[in-house]
């Protein structure tokens, strides 16, 4: 066998290996967004570089928009990843959770008075105080799921319905705003950088989580309760304390894109942050080809599936899609992603270029 | 067809891929007898019933029902129920939610207007003939099981069944409870229909039948009048043993001697589980094999389960060498060094998409605590390490356990525990489904480790094996401890006389 073959070898063995990788189909999908985009204008990858009203430097551009706003679909889809793992069901109260999240930390910033002229705690106190209160929703969610066996939506309904109300009621339904610049910071730039705050939040969560699955069994003990709850059990496991802890990290990555989401707008608005934001974090979930039925996850797939969203959601609004109208895009690209990554067609396609290869071999 | 003869099936075969369930299996029964249709595990008596039933269909045979001209074929349950033969199961196939009277009429009445009056009152009389002790317009839910499964034999008795079949119906039942079932089964028979009994509580077969037909390996092995079958006679048919040409098996095994004044690795009193066995007392030494023996359901596993926590512990007390401890949960006795592959490897052994790796360190893992994983090099050191002790075959240590073949799936649960370095290792079935080198390997392994001072308690539904490799073994019979055999007794008459309770 010559050298020049056995290079061809090792390519087409690499190739199968990445259309077999989990982040092949968010990958190949995103990449596919990045052609169109090309094609339709090349303009949409143009960053620059301005100032900004408070005379800062910030960089700006399509991309830049994708990488800040798809923040939050990032840090919560690792949250949806160890819930749809551990309890084979999906959390759709997130978006209300959020609402709650973004609620308590105003409250807890802003004391009696709805509009104060200093804030009354340190954002860090009330950013802690709103991580509490958010891991405790998510306790309830994981209690009602894993000691109550309740199904996982059915469960998360009760709070995906009275969450916003309750976020309502916890600033006796005012809105309140904050005036101090500095919590701007969380959700915009901080002076002198010039890459938007959540970019960096997001990355965070991302290392963290990443440090979590290497130093502890989170990911073993997840994949083997979801996949056998008997048989974990008999090895020594509490599969519903896993299962609480699932949401209950779930719960934290709720807290940090509350923080973001009130952030960006120093106020809030009960009706409308994070809405269908569940939705959005389930399909970056699906994206990443992970099983909506539990067990085996990547987490990596997930995080990429969330940015290709946001880029799909971004490329359409540059494409002058109405707001109104662009779920009906969305629904399309997913019927076709998730087409595509159903196990019977991917199958499908390994025997295609199995066989592809076999004929290559024969001529 | 003779007279007093309701049901008669020839020659029945049934075929699923790769295994003969069923070969030329006959059996009749007569009008006003409770016939037991006895059998272990894969006998096949299942199979019959659901042939019967119309469940499945068969490969050859002919079944003939009273009041019909020549063979009948059934194609399903509902073609079964109009025929008359009906089946109450052990678990409750009824609408819990309804009441008596609507289960007794559910999916019966033709018309679409429900004269209400006239079904409560239609109910009220049957369940007074039959004494059953319930009121029409009760809800179903709110009676015992018992009397759940009375109704549900009486809804059957209504449609004129001829063929009653009972599946297994007093495993949930106390004692009380199976008094006043045998009292309406006998009730039944003196009216002229035909019951077909399955169970495997033997002394309720003693108690109300008038025949045994038994099965072994889909196969008919005989059906004998009750009177002509003593127990020990029927324990050894369904095991296979003919009693006359009981050949002595020489165990590899040395007769355990116990070292002068050392504890106990494992001792019990009264421990009973929410599975309902009977308190027990066990204990096992050092370096010693033992197993719980009995047929199917006498409660073996269950005793296991308890002494690893698996099922709810109600009462007793434990010690590890010497120590009090307590197990509730299977993470207590793993702690204490006790490791345990259980019975049903697929429901509760393999985690099925997790790889052969990851299968084999998990139980370790799960001990060294959630803060320290073992890096992927140990566990791959280990991987490879048990699969060529235990000759696993697998592509890679990758590949998920469930793409691979039963007996090698057992030996990555075997692997899994070895690693835990237990002291006392309790093997539930190990070899059930695998094929003999396999099993060999596995008998050879238990006695290696009980040499080297593993402590191994052997449960197997084949009796050879485990004269072969226990020291002393432990009689089970309807979820009670009613024997400890050792030494000369460890031979096969003598455990199957104790099984079916001496030489009655």
């Not at chain 2, 191994?456 to 490799?469: A, C, G, Q």
Request: aromatic share 6%; proline share 3%.
């Amino acid at each position: 066998m010559g050298k020049g073959e056995t290079v061809k070898a090792n390519n087409t063995n690499f190739l199968m290996k990445l259309v077999r990788n989990q982040c092949f189909i968010p990958l190949a999908a995103l990449l596919l967004l990045v052609v169109i985009n090309l094609v339709a204008d090349p303009g949409f990858f143009k960053i620059s570089l301005g100032y900004n009203a408070a005379g800062n430097p910030v960089l700006s551009g399509f991309l830049i928009t994708i990488l800040d706003s798809g923040s939050e679909l990032a840090i919560l889809a690792i949250g949806m990843t160890l819930v749809t793992a551990a309890s084979g069901g999906q959390d759709i109260s997130v978006g209300a959770a959020v609402a709650i999240a973004g609620s308590v930390l105003l409250r807890v910033l802003c004391g009696e008075n709805s509009r104060p002229e200093t804030l009354q705690a340190p954002i860090i106190v009330a950013f802690l105080v709103s991580c509490v209160v958010a891991m405790l929703f998510g306790a309830f969610n994981g209690v009602l799921v894993a000691y109550f066996k309740i199904q996982p939506m059915i469960a998360t309904l009760i709070l995906f319905t009275a969450g916003r109300s309750i976020a309502a009621w916890i600033n006796n339904n005012e809105l309140p705003v904050i005036s101090d610049p500095s919590f701007k910071y969380y959700g915009e730039f901080i002076p002198g950088i010039p890459i938007p705050t959540p970019v960096f939040i997001a990355a965070i969560c991302i290392i963290i989580i990443g440090i979590v699955l290497k130093v502890t069994n989170l990911r073993i003990y997840t994949q083997a309760v979801g996949i056998n709850q008997s048989s974990s059990r008999l090895n020594g496991l509490n599969p519903a304390l896993i299962k609480v802890l699932a949401f209950v990290i779930l719960g934290l990555c709720v807290a940090v894109v509350g923080l973001i989401k009130v952030s960006r707008i120093s106020s809030i608005n009960y009706s409308v942050i994070a809405k269908d934001i569940e939705m959005d974090a389930i399909l970056a979930v699906a994206l990443g080809g992970n099983a909506l039925s539990g067990g085996k996850f990547n987490m990596t797939a997930s995080i990429i599936g969330a940015y290709v969203i946001q880029f799909l959601t971004t490329t359409l609004y540059k494409f002058q899609v109405q707001s109104d109208a662009l779920p009906a895009y969305k629904a399309v690209v997913v019927i076709v992603l998730v087409v595509v990554s159903a196990p019977t067609v991917r199958e499908y396609f390994s025997s295609l270029t199995k066989k592809l290869k076999l004929s290559k071999e024969v001529a | 067809m003779e007279d007093n003869i309701v049901l008669k099936m020839r020659n029945i075969h049934k075929i699923f891929p790769g295994v003969r369930a069923l070969q030329g299996v006959d059996f009749t029964l007569r009008k006003g007898e409770i016939h037991a249709l006895m059998g272990e595990n894969g006998a096949g008596k299942s199979t019959l019933i659901k042939v019967l039933t119309g469940v499945y269909g068969k490969e050859e045979g002919e079944i003939f029902l009273e009041g019909n001209e020549g063979a009948v074929t059934i194609h399903s349950p509902q073609d079964a129920q109009k025929m008359g033969i009906s089946t109450v199961y052990q678990e409750i196939t009824l609408c819990p939610n309804l009441s008596v009277a609507e289960n007794m009429f559910i999916g019966r009445t033709a018309g679409t207007v429900q004269n209400w009056k006239k079904m409560n009152t239609d109910t009220e009389k049957i369940l007074q003939s039959l004494d059953i002790p319930a009121k029409p317009t009760q809800q179903l839910e709110s009676c015992s099981i018992a009397v759940q499964q009375m109704i549900a034999i009486a809804r059957a008795v209504d449609m004129d069944c001829k063929v009653l079949i009972l599946d297994e119906p007093t495993s949930s039942l106390d004692e009380q409870e199976v008094a006043k079932l045998f009292k309406l089964m006998r009730d039944l028979r003196s009216r002229g229909v035909g019951i077909i009994f399955v169970t495997h509580f033997l002394d309720q077969v003693y108690e109300v039948c008038d025949r045994i037909t038994v099965m072994r390996d889909g196969k008919l092995v005989g059906e004998y009048e009750i009177k002509d079958l003593p127990r020990v006679q029927l324990v050894s048919k369904m095991l296979g043993k003919e009693l006359d040409d009981l050949s002595d098996i020489k165990g590899d095994q040395q007769a355990f001697k116990k070292e002068e004044g050392a504890v106990p690795v494992f001792e019990a009193e009264n421990l009973a589980s929410d599975a309902g066995i009977k308190p027990f007392d066990f204990h096992i030494d050092k370096g010693e094999v033992n197993g719980f023996t009995g047929l199917l359901g006498s409660g073996r596993s269950e005793c296991v389960r308890a002494i690893f926590g698996a099922d709810h512990v109600t009462s007793g007390s434990v010690k590890v060498k010497g120590k009090s401890v307590k197990i509730s949960k299977p993470i207590d006795a793993m702690k204490n060094g006790i490791a345990y592959l259980p019975e049903d490897r697929k429901m509760d052994g393999i985690v099925g998409d997790l790889s052969v790796r990851d299968n084999i360190i998990l139980a370790q893992q799960v001990l060294k605590g959630f803060f320290k994983p073992f890096s992927k090099a140990e566990a791959n050191k280990v991987a490879d390490e048990y699969i060529k002790l235990l000759n696993i075959k697998t592509a890679s240590k990758d590949t998920p356990i469930k793409s691979l073949s039963g007996g090698n799936q057992q030996k990555v649960i075997l692997a899994r525990w070895l690693f835990t370095h237990p002291e006392y290792l309790i093997l539930d079935e190990p070899t059930r489904g695998i094929d003999v080198g396999t099993k060999v390997d596995i008998q050879k392994l238990v006695l290696k480790l009980a040499s080297e001072g593993m402590s191994v308690t052997f449960i197997s539904s084949e009796l050879d094996e485990m004269l072969r490799t226990c020291s002393r073994l432990v009689v089970m019979r309807d979820r009670k401890m009613v024997g400890e055999l050792t030494g000369e007794d460890l031979n096969q008459k003598t455990v199957m006389s104790t099984i079916a309770g001496g030489d009655k």
